[in-house]
């Protein structure tokens, strides 16, 4: 019997994480029958290439989900917020990238790894978390289920593609500039990102913390399902091109060893435990770059609390923290003929 095809929409199509969908959907083969690729105006006129052939991109407009049966939203917020409810109204299984409806009660924040199951509650909008909440909950889900956890602690280090494709080229045309002895431009960070960094990931809140920090809060006590968890972020920008790393602190509930974890982590699902320090074996960013998995290494205890662990952990943030992520949950749909 021929297997089961799917029209499939990828909004946001010309950028970063959208790029990476259309991508992502041909590597792993997903059921696509008929591909539809959305963007602004602006990008009439281009073609991408899906499966050797080369597929126009279309304007997005209210119309543009008639027999439509999934669409992944990758083109910020406000887009989000203006045509996924028009296009779940139309029968569309939307996957949405945006943080537009993550903390909606009604909308399933889903990790595959981690929550499958709140998926299925879905009303036409599934929620795809922030990309370093993604790596840190796949991480942590199995020290989770072990033993809780009470507190988390975490810095990130956050790659520019994370910001788009102009701060992927704002990092290019800052180095070349700076090699060539030119004054860097700035126009997407609030300074320049070529060897530098800085604790500035969203707007800043009066709590003191960034938009970016509080996402990594919420979103890890939603996916948990944990309203306990107490998350102290600080995220940080980077001058790399592909893959956040976070150094994590937790405290856990019950004790745990840093083998015991390290042996849970091991055969844990989406994770790859890299911990052989001495001879250079710890995640780095342009190893997990391109790849689906999220790594995890230097695991030893954290001897400043009764039960406590710290971990690095690394994973591409374009793909696990954005593109692959959606594919898999509407996989995982698919795969519970749900779609
Ligand atoms: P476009 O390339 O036509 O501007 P990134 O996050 O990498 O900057 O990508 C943002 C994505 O969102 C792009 O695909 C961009 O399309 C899309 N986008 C931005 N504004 C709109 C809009 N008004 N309507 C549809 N797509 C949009």
């Known amino acids: 019997m021929a297997r089961k095809e799917f029209k499939v929409a990828?909004?946001?199509?010309?950028?970063?994480?959208?790029?990476?969908?259309?991508?992502?959907?041909?590597?792993?083969?997903?059921?696509?029958?008929?591909?539809?690729?959305?963007?602004s105006a602006?990008?009439?006129?281009?073609?991408?290439?899906?499966?050797?052939?080369?597929?126009?991109?279309?304007?997005?407009?209210?119309?543009?989900?008639?027999?439509?049966?999934?669409?992944l939203f990758s083109a910020g917020g406000t887009i989000s917020k203006k045509f996924a409810p028009i296009a779940a109204r139309a029968g569309v299984v939307v996957i949405d990238n945006s943080s537009a409806f993550r903390m909606d009660p009604t909308v399933p924040l889903v990790v595959p790894e981690v929550n499958p199951e709140a998926a299925l509650s879905h009303s036409g909008i599934i929620a795809n978390p922030n990309c370093s909440?993604?790596?840190?909950?796949?991480?942590?889900?199995?020290?989770?289920d072990a033993v809780g956890i009470r507190r988390i602690v975490v810095t990130t280090f956050q790659a520019v593609s994370g910001t788009g494709m102009k701060a992927i080229e704002e990092l290019k045309v800052q180095v070349a500039d700076i090699a060539a002895g030119r004054e860097p431009k700035r126009q997407i960070y609030p300074h320049q990102i070529a060897f530098n960094c800085f604790p500035h990931i969203g707007a800043f809140l009066?709590?003191?913390?960034?938009?970016?920090?509080?996402?990594?809060?919420?979103?890890?006590?939603?996916?948990?399902?944990?309203?306990?968890?107490?998350v102290c972020a600080t995220t940080v920008r980077i001058p790399v091109f592909y893959g956040h790393s976070e150094s994590l602190n937790i405290e856990t509930r019950k004790p745990?060893?840093?083998?015991?974890?390290?042996?849970?982590?091991g055969s844990a699902p989406g994770v790859k435990v890299i911990d052989e320090p001495a001879s250079g074996g710890y995640p780095i960013p342009i190893q997990a770059a391109g790849t689906d998995d999220t790594y995890v290494g230097r695991i030893r205890r954290d001897p400043s609390v009764e039960n406590g662990l710290a971990m690095w952990v690394v994973a591409d943030n374009i793909r696990k923290g954005a593109a692959s992520n959606a594919v898999q949950i509407a996989e995982m749909l698919v795969a519970r003929g749900r779609l």
């Open 42 to 71: 602006r990008s009439v006129g281009k073609k991408m290439s899906f499966k050797g052939s080369e597929i126009p991109v279309q304007e997005l407009t209210e119309n543009s989900f008639a027999g439509i049966q999934v669409a």
């Open 133 to 144: 909440t993604i790596q840190m909950v796949v991480a942590l889900k199995p020290i989770q």
């Open 256 to 265: 745990i060893s840093a083998s015991e974890a390290r042996k849970l982590l």
């Open 206 to 230: 009066d709590n003191g913390f960034s938009e970016e920090e509080m996402k990594m809060d919420n979103e890890t006590r939603k996916i948990f399902e944990d309203p306990e968890i107490k």
């Open 10 to 39: 990828v909004v946001g199509a010309t950028g970063a994480v959208g790029n990476m969908m259309v991508r992502v959907l041909e590597e792993r083969a997903f059921p696509v029958g008929e591909l539809t690729l959305l963007a």
